[in-house]
């Protein structure tokens, strides 16, 4: 593939793809609403036109983690109903409800600070309650959960959602699930009638029973991978090429990049990519005599990385491709259809979510498509 010349790398995102990934989310939720996760500048997909793909797909849903990603979907998509999952910042309040935001409250103080802006304005302003079921992260401590309904119910408020989250969703026989799912039906009962949500993507992928009335599906909208052990349901949405720029012939026993690293066992052909840590590659990607690291994928094989990554450029062996050697300004696949961004991800250590959100701003970003796909 070539390269539209001083683009530097290309970030392809298939908005039609992220449309069909979250029409296949909703099928698996059956009755239960199904949102999206568009935190992370969608997982770095571009929050604006991912929000306005998944709403044109069906969403109307959205969860993000800051007030400030709130306001970048409330601007692209006006009549959406957004929660920050980051719950309510000090003092911000008013913002919140200037902007229709949900906040998922999470401490007494949080709940405080809204209810009194609600008494001072003579209006119940909606709100999620987040409770901790065993994460130790955001959330309300269930030996609260008793003051907790005991103040709303003092001012006859009601909140939108109550909401958990799992730790270990990702490994679906992992006895902490059925845990934190019985800890979460204590909290329900707390709160008859009040909508219920606790499965982010692998926790849909676990059974319905984790299911209630809203999914938060995240990584899954995106094509990386849910639940470790399986093979991944979901299509790839984003496509990384980058730039060959170089390509040089390194001899039997010379070394490869900082820290010689990797000493080459063979006459070679090396490839110089365009792609570093300052884009969002990963150094762990790197690879050395002693242990293999990621592959890129370049007229039609899977090439090693040898050497460290550096900030600016990657170094990869394409002697297997024979004299038909690839020219400067030719692409170099990071991930897409040929390197599933989960693969890169296992080889550098790490998981998807990581390589996705690493993503910089040094590529030509090109949008395929719309939310717009037929049923």
């Known amino acids: 593939m070539a390269l539209t010349s001083g683009l530097g790398g290309q970030l392809s995102i298939d908005l039609g793809v992220l449309a069909r990934n979250w029409r296949a989310l909703d099928k698996i939720s059956a009755g239960a609403l199904t949102a999206a996760v568009v935190k992370a500048d969608a997982y770095g997909m571009g929050i604006d036109m991912a929000a306005k793909a998944l709403h044109a797909a069906g969403a109307r849903f959205f969860f993000v983690a800051t007030p400030d990603e709130g306001m970048a979907v409330r601007a692209a998509l006006p009549d959406a109903h957004i929660f920050i999952l980051y719950g309510l910042y000090p003092g911000a309040a008013n913002l919140y409800i200037r902007q229709n935001l949900m906040p ?23 709100a999620a309650f987040h409770f901790d ?13 008793s003051a907790v309904r005991q103040r709303i119910e003092q001012l006859g408020y009601a909140p939108q959602m109550i909401m958990s989250h799992l730790a270990c969703a990702d490994t679906p026989n992992h006895e902490k699930n059925r845990t934190q799912l019985a800890l ?17 993507s692998a926790g849909m992928m676990t059974g319905r029973d984790y299911h209630f009335q809203m999914v938060r599906p995240g990584i899954a909208l995106y094509g990386g991978r849910a639940v470790a052990g399986r093979k991944n349901p979901m299509q790839a949405v984003a496509t990384l090429h980058v730039p060959i720029l170089q390509v040089t012939e390194g001899r039997t026993g010379e070394t490869v990049g900082y820290g010689a690293t990797y000493t080459l066992n063979r006459n070679s052909r090396l490839a110089v990519l365009g792609y570093g840590y300052a884009d969002g590659g990963l150094r762990s990607l790197s690879g050395t005599n002693q242990r293999p690291g990621g592959k890129v994928f370049i007229r039609g094989q899977l090439c090693p990385i040898v050497g460290r990554i550096s900030m600016d450029l990657t170094i990869v062996d394409i002697t297997e491709l024979g004299p038909d050697l690839p020219g400067p300004g030719e692409g170099a696949e990071v991930f897409g259809p040929n390197v599933r961004v989960d693969d890169q991800a296992d080889a550098a250590g790490t998981i998807g979510y990581e390589l996705l959100t690493s993503l910089k701003g040094r590529y030509n970003r090109i949008y395929v498509g719309d939310g717009h796909v037929p049923e």
Do not use: D, H
């Not at 409250?105 to 119940?124: F, G, Q, T």
């Open 133 to 145: 079921t065993g994460i130790n992260r955001l959330g309300f401590r269930l030996g609260e959960v």
């Open 184 to 200: 979460f039906g204590s909290v329900m009962a707390q709160f008859p009638g009040i909508p219920a949500s606790l499965a982010n």
């Open 104 to 126: 998922v409250l999470s401490s007494m103080s949080m709940l405080e600070e809204w209810l009194a802006k609600c008494i001072e304005r003579n209006e119940a302003y909606r």
